[in-house]
């Protein structure tokens, strides 16, 4: 009984490290969001409900599509240049 505790406790430790690994570069207002070429574009600021984001950017309000965004080192990141951000508006 100690063992199957035991194993059930490791792989709830690994399902939460995985989860929160995953986690890191998620989409929330605030975070930096980073271009292609590893450029900073600025932070996010506001998420919509399909997971795409909206930041400032030269004075203007962009929508970045969700299926460009993803996580690069930890890092929420864009497949897009600064200029394909900046073509969006």
């Known amino acids: 009984m100690k063992k199957s505790c035991l194993a059930a406790l490791v792989c709830t430790l690994v399902t ?15 975070r930096m969001l980073i271009a292609a070429n590893g450029a900073r574009l ?18 203007k309000l962009v929508t970045i599509p969700a299926a460009t965004l993803s996580s690069v080192d930890g890092k929420l990141t864009t497949t897009l240049s600064k200029n394909e951000v900046l073509a969006l508006h």
Not at 16 to 30: F, N, R, Y
Not at 42 to 59: E, K, L, P, T, Y
């Open 16 to 30: 939460l490290t995985a989860a929160a690994q995953e986690g890191d570069a998620s989409a929330v207002k605030g």
């Open 42 to 59: 600025g932070q996010v600021f506001r998420v919509a409900a399909d997971g795409s984001v909206q930041m400032i950017i030269a004075g």
